[in-house]
């Protein structure tokens, strides 16, 4: 399926059943959830009404997942998201949501590429390709979380690299991860 910055739009007929628009034919909740992890941005439409029932829909996507027992929102989240509704608080809230969210996206994108550019005079460093195979393994672990999404591509101008006091700072990091992982 091609990626476009327009979001797919899906149909839901008078029987509830919904329409792919781009595919012409049916889908699930849990094809639309698929759509979504994959980076696509979703429209759901009411054919009759008009009606906007996205926000309807991805609720219900999450609602199915944490009764399935994949527990990613814990229970105190919960029981706060319900209190914002009844709150001052409520106004803060969806702010502060998008913003938590986007900070999580914006380190998932920065960890991605800082474990890709691991390479260099670490490479030669005892331990490195252990530590190396231990980060791949929790990155593949992290990606197989329910609801995690591949972080967007998004390059920001990073500094020129390659001082001698920022690789000494490294390579101390680097000794000390060592260190915390023979102990382990």
Do not use: C
């Not at 672990?141 to 101008?157: D, S």
């Amino acid at each position: 399926m091609a990626e476009t910055d327009k979001p797919l739009l899906i149909k839901r007929y008078a029987s509830r059943r919904l329409y792919n628009t781009e595919t012409s034919d049916y889908v699930t909740l849990e094809d639309i959830a698929g759509f979504i992890r994959a980076g696509r941005e979703v429209q759901i439409i009411d054919l009759k009404s008009g009606d906007d029932l996205t926000r309807q829909y991805l609720l219900q996507i999450i609602a199915e997942h944490e009764s399935k027992g994949d527990n990613v929102l814990p229970l105190a989240v919960l029981t706060d998201l319900v209190r914002s509704y009844t709150t001052e608080v409520q106004s803060v809230v969806p702010q502060f949501l998008a913003a938590s969210f986007e900070m999580l996206r914006s380190g998932q994108t920065k960890m991605m590429e800082n474990f890709s550019q691991m390479s260099g005079p670490m490479a030669g460093m005892p331990g490195f390709e252990a530590m190396r195979k231990q980060q791949e393994a929790f990155i593949k672990a992290m990606m197989a979380l329910p609801g995690w999404t591949p972080p967007a591509p998004t390059r920001e101008e990073t500094p020129e690299a390659g001082s001698a006091e920022e690789l000494a700072q490294i390579r101390k990091q680097l000794a000390d991860l060592q260190k915390k992982l023979s102990k382990l």
